[in-house]
């Protein structure tokens, strides 16, 4: 892949998740893309009015999935992942978000 394909296929990519996301129903808040950074990048969200944040880790490959604690995050899980899909990413929120 080229250099300038990477960032089209994390955006697209993220437009399925978000997709993904209004199922629950979870609503996106922000979204950050580390390019420099292995590709890392983070997306958070709210569900049933709790923040969540799901995070890539691009250069140790580790998907996590985290809840808004004050002023942090508290890891809930994660998941080695060298290149997440939609599907990866979606059993993961399930997982996590299970009473």
């Not at 199922?23 to 420099?36: C, I, T």
């Not at 969200?45 to 140790?60: A, S």
Request: charged fraction near 25%; include cysteine.
């Amino acid at each position: 892949m080229k250099p300038q394909e990477y960032p089209i296929a994390h955006f697209r990519l993220m437009a399925e998740l978000a997709a993904i996301l209004s199922g629950f129903p979870a609503q996106v808040l922000e979204h950050h893309y580390h390019d420099d950074s292995f590709g890392s990048w983070e997306i958070v969200f709210r569900f049933k009015g709790r923040k969540y944040r799901l995070v890539f880790n691009g250069k140790d490959g580790l998907l996590s999935f985290e809840e808004k604690a004050g002023t942090g995050w508290i890891e809930i899980m994660s998941v080695q992942a060298e290149k997440p899909g939609t599907d990866d990413m979606a059993c993961l929120i399930r997982s996590a978000l299970k009473p």
